[in-house]
């Protein structure tokens, strides 16, 4: 897709002495990117993560189309995409539940809306149309997972083991970030590309709904004993529910 994109380097860059004036991406793998100079009539090789630092510093420019995909092809870490690990929620969101729907009907970011995962849902069933018969889902040692459950068809997710409850699920832990979430487990998922509509239980027992979430990345990491963990990062979309 972005091979043949104009580039301009518009400072001696990455410590190599050159300056690019006119040229064009030649390939990019995964660790680097080629640079055909018109200048100089000759090919450069750039380290590709020292080619995003150009771009970011602004002595690299390239389109819109290629900074999105050199993001893809580099691992960005996950503090800048989905910001800092937050903690725990502080005492007043936490002792509040809120029955405020208001008009037109909406859910906000960070706000309780009880303690029981199958009231929750059965509510939402009533206000937003949810399929009642995936309430099945929810509740005592179930999943608190459903797919296509909005006419959206988003899935919901309600993670009642997190980082704000110090406790696991089994074979997997949720992290809760100030844009994101991070799931890692001992077993490769599959989720699906589309929207989940999130909440997470405080330590107190109450499911603050944090908003929209879309999957960004997997990856896998091998121990030292064999093991093999699966990180899935998910991402804010929307902050609320329905999102307009």
Not at 6 to 29: A, D, H, P, Q
Request: net charge negative.
């Amino acid at each position: 897709m972005i091979i043949g994109e104009f580039v301009t380097i518009k400072r001696v860059v990455m410590g190599t002495g050159l300056v690019i004036k006119n040229g064009e991406i030649v390939s990019v793998e995964k660790d680097f990117v080629k640079v055909f100079c018109y200048e100089d009539n000759k090919e450069l090789k750039y380290d590709i993560k020292a080619f995003l630092k150009g771009i970011e510093e602004d002595n690299i420019i390239v389109s819109k189309e290629v900074m999105n995909e050199l993001s893809r092809i580099v691992f960005i870490p996950s503090e800048s995409k989905i910001g800092k690990l937050i903690v725990s929620p502080n005492n007043i969101v936490e002792n509040k539940i809120s029955n405020d729907f208001s008009a037109p009907l909406k859910m906000s970011y960070f706000t309780s809306y009880g303690t029981d995962t199958k009231k929750i849902y059965n509510k939402c069933c009533d206000l937003f149309d949810w399929d009642y018969n995936d309430v099945v889902h929810f509740g005592w040692q179930t999943p608190c997972f459903s797919e296509l459950s909005t006419p959206e068809k988003y899935d919901v997710w309600m993670l009642t083991h997190n980082n704000w409850t110090e406790t696991e699920g089994g074979k997997w832990v949720n992290e809760i970030h100030e844009n994101g979430i991070v799931q890692w487990s001992v077993q490769k998922g599959y989720p699906a590309k589309r929207n989940r509509v999130v909440f997470a239980k405080t330590k107190k027992g109450h499911y603050l709904f944090l908003g929209l979430f879309l999957i960004d990345n997997i990856e896998e990491y091998d121990t030292d004993d064999g093991y093999t963990i699966y990180r899935e990062m998910y991402i804010r979309v929307s902050k609320t529910y329905p999102e307009q």
